[in-house]
């Protein structure tokens, strides 16, 4: 009866697809818009989407929570997953919170000081650190296996949830990028896990690719929606959690060198060249000459749409990601 479980990706999917046309007119009444500016005349969206996803992933681990304690009466593998749970909600407030933040324009949210932004994803670890979630030995490459003690806890944990949050926000700007690459590589985690059995953090994964399959339906291109940082920090803490109750940082480690290959080529321009270009004859052509973020392969040439440009950003996750099930 285990199938069972799978009625909480069920939930988070109908859950998140039910909410979100509420979220978008919500949005617009208190004019938390901006430009969408790969589209003619620029027209305003509603920002911060990831509060939809949010309310999806919630309904269905509450659930999948119910399911376990009362149905299948195995609570007591749970506290994992509520340190995750918690951690996810404190860093999908942080993220709403820099949505707030828009410039007069409209032309983008400002959003929260460089450096506040590490301080504030800080405190979503707390949950995820207090309770020694995770295997504290890793493999590390060329060292083999080490027991770090409680250096995982208190030092890589903080380290990868401030790290992945900021990581998956540097990859945006096109619609429905963020969403579909999140798919690709939360859907192989999950799976990952689930073939190592890992249930807890194959859980999270599950629920959080049903919720962004249900969201990506009002964020494609041309999207009614965008994500904004309560989705980007979102996924960044998903992500984590998935690799510390499942003990597959090496595979989480791997599914993120996008987002690795991205930091390099924003590094060349000292992270102040944007992944966005301008509308040019419906293709999208970069600001720069030069690449400074993955997208830029594309729209320097000036020679593809907006909806190819994704498309390719979700290829070069795909072909990372599947690297998970090859690499040992």
């Known amino acids: 009866m285990r199938w069972l479980l799978y009625l909480s990706l069920l939930l988070s999917f109908l859950v998140t697809f039910t909410i979100t046309p509420y979220l978008i007119r919500y949005l617009r009444r208190i004019d938390l818009v901006v430009k969408d500016?790969?589209?003619?005349?620029?027209?305003?969206?509603?920002?911060?989407?990831?509060?939809?996803?949010?309310?999806?992933?919630?309904?269905?681990?509450?659930?999948y929570v119910f399911l376990q304690t009362f149905y299948y009466e195995s609570p007591q593998n749970l506290l994992?997953?509520?340190s995750a749970i918690t951690t996810i909600l404190l860093i999908s407030f942080i993220g709403f919170v820099?949505?707030?933040?828009?410039?007069?324009?409209?032309?983008?949210?400002?959003?929260?000081?460089?450096?506040?932004?590490?301080?504030?994803t800080l405190l979503a670890a707390v949950p995820l650190m207090v309770v020694q979630a995770g295997t504290t030995t890793m493999l590390i490459p060329f060292l083999g296996r080490i027991d770090l003690g409680l250096l995982y806890p208190l030092l890589f944990v903080p380290i990868g949830i401030v790290g992945a949050s900021n990581m998956v926000n540097m990859l945006a700007g096109f619609n429905g990028?963020?969403?579909?690459?999140?798919?690709?590589?939360?859907?192989?985690?999950g799976l990952y896990a689930y073939a190592n059995n890992r249930i807890s953090a194959a859980a999270i994964a599950g629920v959080t690719v049903a919720a962004l399959i249900a969201f990506y339906y009002y964020n494609k291109v041309p999207a009614k929606i965008l994500p904004g940082d309560s989705l980007t920090y979102l996924l960044g803490a998903v992500l984590v959690s998935i690799a510390v109750i499942g003990n597959i940082e090496?595979?989480?480690l791997i599914v993120s060198i996008p987002f690795i290959i991205e930091f390099i080529l924003k590094a060349r321009g000292n992270f102040k060249k944007k992944s966005i270009g301008k509308l040019e004859n419906g293709k999208i052509k970069s600001l720069y000459e030069k690449i400074y973020s993955i997208p830029h392969l594309l729209t320097r040439t000036g020679k593809f749409t907006e909806k190819e440009v994704v498309y390719f950003m979700i290829l070069v996750q795909l072909i990372f990601s599947s690297l998970i099930w090859v690499i040992k």
Do not use: C
């Open 98 to 120: 820099d949505d707030l933040i828009i410039e007069k324009s409209k032309d983008e949210t400002s959003g929260l000081r460089q450096w506040q932004k590490p301080l504030l």
């Open 177 to 189: 990028a963020e969403t579909g690459m999140a798919i690709i590589y939360l859907s192989n985690l």
């Open 250 to 252: 090496r595979a989480a």
């Open 80 to 82: 994992y997953l509520f």
């Open 37 to 63: 500016v790969h589209k003619e005349n620029t027209p305003l969206i509603p920002v911060s989407g990831g509060l939809a996803v949010l309310g999806g992933v919630m309904a269905g681990l509450m659930f």
